[in-house]
């Protein structure tokens, strides 16, 4: 299995893609107020990208549908700057850093974020991730049997392995379970990853999602303070 370029062509594509929406949205106001029809097809928006060539742009094209129509929001942040997978391994070390020295103690073990690992565990430490995004994408309710479908074809295009293909579609038709997601979480920095993937997604003015982060990090086991931290650390980026 094979989720770690995928996962990386979903991060760095997420701002560029919001950007876009907000641009086709200002420029067709009246036209399609939401919907599907109205994300791919605007001038400018989810259909330009899908238009282009290259895995950024194929990328774009399931992140769009993951996003389904939230507002444009400063997601990806450092994505882009880090180079996508690699940003949740630098906000994660930050956010521990900062929790840590606000606890007054330093730090008995280095923390090893994706961002400092072997290509094995960052593989593992991907598949985690991507599991997270796809259950922050399904908090709102808005993942339908056709989404679905149109998400598989997506992430079909980015990634022709089969086992990867297996289970992302396993993954897509699981009923939101915030404990069952938690249960990839092997090590306490795969948690601050996830965590932050899922913050990165998710609209925090919804209450339903807003519900949907709180009980994942309590599935998480993570302590309000550094909850907290990676949330700030996700706004800050």
Known sequence: MNTRGLLDQLLKSGQELLQ???????????????????LLGGAGG???LLSGAGGGALAAGAMGLLLGNKSARKIGG???????????????????GNWQANQGSAPQTEPQTVDRLPPPQVEQHSRAILKALIAAAKADGHIDDRERQLIEGEFSKCN????????????LIKPLDPAEVALAASTPEM??????????????????????????ARQL?????????LEKQVKQA
């Open 20 to 38: 876009n929406k907000t641009g086709a949205a200002k420029s067709s106001a009246g036209a399609d107020k939401g919907g599907l029809g109205g």
């Open 78 to 96: 450092k994505a882009i700057t880090y180079g996508g997978l690699a940003a949740l391994g630098v906000l994660a070390y930050k956010a521990y």
């Open 46 to 48: 989810l259909g330009s």
């Open 191 to 216: 948690a601050a990853e996830m965590y932050i993937a899922s913050v990165m997604l998710v609209d925090e003015d919804s209450f339903m999602e807003r519900s949907y982060l709180d009980e994942l």
């Open 160 to 171: 022709n392995d089969p086992k990867t293909q297996e289970w992302l579609q396993a993954e």
């Open 221 to 229: 086991k993570l302590e309000p303070a550094l909850k907290n931290e």
